[in-house]
């Protein structure tokens, strides 16, 4: 059983409660445009497995060290993370036909700064957007997703809040 914290759009911004909110997780996700790589120094100080990608505002380090796509296993769900996917009914292009080759059952993506958990009936996996952790940006709250992974069975999914500024 693992508990994943997940993270997208921190546009660089480190905000205390994200060591907080995820303290009791064994790894953290971060679906791109993390825009300073010292955000991804400072959650590998917090769990031993961060996973992250590289978005569209990333450059220098993030890029470097971050590939745009990843696809992993995790307590045998096969999870695709990207910062730009789409999302069912309106994927990017190429993503459908690449989730299906896959066998994707989680997609994790970011970008919209819209908070969104929707199974995907059709392709039969979960897609999970965790809206923008930072303050760069149109959205008005904040958000963090945690998941719980226990072999095939995910659940657990909490939504959090960051009321006020940083």
Not at 53 to 68: A, F, L, P, Y
């Amino acid at each position: 059983m693992k508990r994943i914290g997940i993270l997208s759009d921190t546009h660089g911004c480190w905000d205390e409660r994200y060591a907080l909110h995820f303290a009791d997780c064994d790894e953290v996700w971060h679906a791109g445009d993390i825009g300073d790589y010292g955000i991804i120094e400072r959650l590998q100080d917090l769990v031993s497995v961060v996973r992250a990608v590289s978005g569209n505002i990333d450059h220098g380090m993030v890029r470097r060290k971050c590939q745009e796509l990843e696809i992993f296993d995790v307590e045998g769900i096969r999870v695709l993370l990207t910062h730009i996917g789409g999302y069912p009914g309106k994927r990017a292009k190429g993503m459908k036909q690449l989730l299906r080759e896959e066998r994707i059952q989680l997609m994790v993506d970011g970008h919209s700064h819209i908070l969104k958990v929707i199974y995907d009936k059709e392709l039969g996996l979960l897609h999970i957007n965790p809206g923008a952790a930072g303050t760069a940006g149109w959205h008005r709250v904040r958000t963090l997703i945690k998941l719980t992974i226990d072999g095939a069975d995910m659940r657990d999914c909490e939504v959090i809040e960051l009321a006020g500024t940083v």
